[in-house]
């Protein structure tokens, strides 16, 4: 695995430098080797936030925690990319195509799987809309997000609340 660290408004020392590629190299046995890590850490006044994005064939597990200490939050995003990796343990060895030396309980305490299935649908009509109209309607209803049609596009589009409070926007891409 690839991994790239980025420090912003922070200069990174070279001993968590060495313990991000340590704990990141367990995940070595379920990723290919042109799978790419992204780790960021980003200081702002007594927060340190750590985010870890890793990429391989279309598929992304992120995580991301704020703690008082780096090594705290990196300790917490690499168990919280661990808990998303035994959940969905059955779709990476698909992915990976594990050949029966190499098995993912190896890897991971053995967990119960966990079922994904719909509990609901819930059918409504998305109206055109500019992405500023979304979020206020988005506030009025009280959700996280919201779906609606750009009116500059005519594309499906959701907007968000991020944890920051900010908002997102999710288009779709062309591929």
């Known amino acids: 695995m690839k991994i790239t660290i980025i420090g912003?408004?922070?200069?990174?020392?070279?001993?968590?430098?060495?313990?991000?590629?340590?704990?990141?190299?367990?995940?070595?046995?379920?990723f290919d080797?042109?799978?790419?890590?992204?780790?960021?850490?980003t200081v702002e006044r007594n927060r340190q936030t750590v985010e870890i994005t890793i990429r391989q064939r279309g598929a992304i597990f992120r995580a991301e925690d704020t703690a008082l200490d780096m090594n705290e939050a990196l300790d917490h995003v690499v168990s919280a990319l661990g808990r998303q990796m035994r959940r969905n343990k059955t779709r990476l060895e698909k992915a990976k195509k594990v050949d029966a030396g190499?098995?993912?309980?190896?890897?991971?305490?053995?967990?119960p799987e966990e079922e994904l299935q719909v509990a609901r649908t819930k059918r409504f009509s998305v109206k055109v809309m500019t992405p500023e109209e979304a979020i206020m309607q988005m506030n009025m209803l009280d959700h996280e997000f919201f779906m609606f049609r750009d009116d500059a596009s005519g594309e499906i589009?959701?907007?968000?609340?991020?944890?920051?409070?900010d908002y997102g926007l999710l288009v779709p891409d062309e591929k």
């Open 102 to 111: 190499v098995e993912f309980a190896d890897v991971y305490y053995d967990e």
């Open 33 to 41: 080797e042109d799978a790419e890590a992204v780790v960021t850490v």
């Open 157 to 165: 589009n959701v907007v968000y609340r991020r944890k920051n409070g």
């Open 8 to 30: 912003r408004k922070v200069n990174l020392r070279n001993n968590f430098k060495e313990l991000a590629e340590k704990k990141l190299a367990k995940f070595d046995r379920i």
